[in-house]
T-cell receptor
Framework: DADVTQTPRNRITKTGKRIMLECSQT?????MYWYRQDPGLGLRLIYY???????NKGEISDGYSVSRQAQAKFSLSLESAIPNQTALYFC?????????????????FGPGTRLTVT | DQQVKQNSPSLSVQEGRISILNCDYT??????FLWYKKYPAEGPTFLIS?????DKNEDGRFTVFLNKSAKHLSLHIVPSQPGDSAVYFC????????????FGGGTRLMVKP
């Protein structure tokens, strides 16, 4: 079974609709992230959470909100979807790696959700 | 402005030859660098990393080189195999920024049999 799962895997929705993307993990990590991938722009951070009570905006949070329902669950919502939110969305979790030095948080990604807003 | 850039969107290499993927960064606070590999319909997976205190790290067919003065890193794959065909993302981390990752735009590598 996958350690990081995302539902749905594909979704087509209309402009103005509310949509929720869900992420679950069995890795036991405290840190979770939501990214979107657009061609040529790589992965850009939308929101991140370092524990259940900690939610932080990332680089491109406008138009999105999140909920950390439990350590294992982190949901991303688009309150009113617009066409330029059409993208591939990834959830990730991370774990502190030490060694090596300096310590860093290696991220583990889910399989992604392809969202199309028409 | 993108702090991590991969200027080649795609690269085509013959099987058995060397693949060299390049990445440039602008933030001098980055102290850890990673390469992720992504196949279609899958999430990125960690490939190899390097600390800013080193200039080379090797893992089997994969070697990452870091040139801090030029703010440049590269990933060498030798020999290249068709299964290496994927999108490769360079990422950088700054310890003083909570170890958040900043990603480049990716390079699509195609290894021809």
């Amino acid at each position: 079974d996958a350690d990081v799962t995302q539902t749905p895997r594909n979704r087509i929705t209309k402009t103005g609709k509310r949509i929720m993307l869900e992420c679950s993990q069995t890795k036991g990590h405290d840190r979770m992230y939501w990214y979107r991938q657009d061609p040529g722009l790589g992965l850009r951070l939308i929101y991140y959470s370092f524990d259940v009570k900690d939610i932080n905006k990332g680089e491109i949070s406008d138009g999105y909100s999140v909920s950390r329902q439990a350590q294992a669950k982190f949901s991303l919502s688009l309150e009113s979807a617009i066409p330029n939110q059409t993208a591939l969305y990834f959830c990730a979790t991370s774990d502190l790696q030490t060694p090596p030095h300096p310590p860093y948080y290696e991220q583990y990604f889910g399989p992604g959700t392809r969202l199309t807003v028409t | 402005d993108q702090q991590v850039k991969q200027n080649s969107p795609s690269l085509s290499v013959q099987e058995g030859r060397i693949s060299i993927l390049n990445c440039d960064y602008t933030n001098s606070m980055f102290d850890y660098f990673l390469w992720y590999k992504k196949y279609p319909a899958e999430g990125p997976t960690f490939l190899i990393s390097i600390s800013s205190i080193k200039d080379k790290n090797e893992d089997g067919r994969f070697t990452v080189f870091l040139n801090k003065s030029a703010k440049h890193l590269s990933l060498h794959i030798v020999p290249s195999q068709p299964g290496d065909s994927a999108v490769y993302f360079c990422a950088a981390s700054a310890g003083n920024a909570g170890n958040m990752l900043t990603f480049g735009g990716g390079t699509r590598l195609m290894v021809k049999p």
